[in-house]
């Protein structure tokens, strides 16, 4: 059976040196963990989706994704707090879009890759 950690312990020091400073800080990877973990879910990337395409208020998106309103703006309310959607009132209504295109291509590239 193969092991698949190092025989011999040698640390290349200028490497560890090198690849420490081009590293983000750790607050960044628990921001990027923290994305990962929102679009972790069914029903969100699924509102996300449809946002991409169009505009839409909670009814639309209860009608579309056949969701309660609630939970639907239970969604919207996550999402809103991370700056992925936005949204504004007209009336007695609120529409939500997203807040930048590039969350989709996210999604729409892990849809590519087959994931």
Known sequence: MSNQGCEIKS???DL???VTKKMSKDSTYHDISNLFKLLGDYNRIR??????YQEL???????LLDMSQSAISHQLRLL???DIVKFRKENKQT?????ND???SIIRKANEYGF
């Open 16 to 18: 560890i040196a090198e």
């Open 47 to 52: 509102i996300l989706c449809a946002l991409s």
């Open 95 to 99: 529409f939500y879009s997203l807040q």
């Open 57 to 63: 208020c909670v009814c639309e998106l209860s009608l």
């Open 11 to 13: 640390i290349r020091e």
């Open 80 to 82: 809103r707090h991370k």
């Open 102 to 104: 590039e969350i989709i």
